[in-house]
């Protein structure tokens, strides 16, 4: 089944570690998206990027890195530098052309 | 910029009534509209858009219609099921862009007891 696949669903890490989540996708989409949430408010856009080797930030993009490698992958990784990471984040991807954006199961960082 | 606002939840609802949740946008261009559902612990599942003025998006039972003159994209039910419990955002995407950077509004929590 096509679709797209975050992992891990749960992620701990300790203060001042940079952490990579995973977004994967096989809808060979152009364009892929990674959202933060946080408790009682709406998703905000960290970086998106609509093509290989190119990307761009979003509204919240300090403390946080991409790369974009390969059509399938949109890794995340979100350094030291990013003072509150606790939060849910949310992979998206979509066809050119078409405005519909389709969302992964998220995953919750946590951190302590 | 872009922006939505939607209705402030918790929306608390018995089973079979019927659901209303407000919509409005303020864009520089002609969006598209979506309403998206997010369920306990999961991602967003698109529930329904729509691209272009007086067009009415459905799915589910849900509709909503997009009212360029109101600047409104209100989502609603007849009759709503206790599986409609989730959380509704809706969102809208500049389409000159041809991509989905959405901006989304701050959700609005549907509880359906039964």
């Known amino acids: 089944d096509g679709g797209i696949t975050q992992s891990p669903k749960y992620l701990f890490r300790k203060e001042g570690q940079n952490v990579t989540l995973s977004c994967e996708q096989n809808?060979?989409?152009?364009?892929m998206y990674w959202y933060r949430q946080d408790p009682g408010q709406g998703l905000r856009l960290i970086y998106y990027?609509?093509?290989?080797?190119?990307?761009q930030k979003g509204d919240i993009a300090e403390g946080y890195s991409v790369s974009r490698e390969k059509k399938e992958s949109f890794p995340l990784t979100v350094t030291s530098a990013q003072k509150n990471p606790t939060a849910f984040y949310l992979c998206?991807?979509?066809?050119?052309?078409?405005?519909?954006?389709?969302f992964g199961q998220g995953t919750r960082l946590t951190v302590v | 910029g872009d922006s939505v606002t939607q209705m402030e939840g918790p929306v608390t609802l018995s089973e079979e009534a019927f659901l209303t949740i407000n919509c409005t946008y303020t864009?520089?261009?002609?969006?598209?509209l979506f309403w998206y559902v997010q369920y306990p612990g999961e991602g967003l599942q698109l529930l329904l858009k729509a691209t272009k003025a007086d067009d009415k998006g459905s799915n589910k039972g849900f509709e909503a219609t997009y009212r360029k003159e109101t600047t409104s994209f209100h989502l609603e039910k007849g009759s709503v099921q206790v599986s409609d419990s989730a959380v509704y955002f809706c969102?809208?995407?500049?389409?000159?862009?041809?991509?989905?950077?959405?901006?989304f509004g701050k959700g609005t929590m549907l509880l359906v007891s039964p």
């Open positions: 998206a991807s979509s066809q050119r052309g078409n405005t519909e954006a389709f």
């Open positions: 864009a520089t261009g002609y969006p598209s």
């Open positions: 809808l060979n989409h152009d364009a």
């Open positions: 990027s609509q093509i290989v080797n190119d990307f």
């Open positions: 969102a809208l995407s500049d389409r000159d862009s041809g991509y989905s950077t959405l901006t």
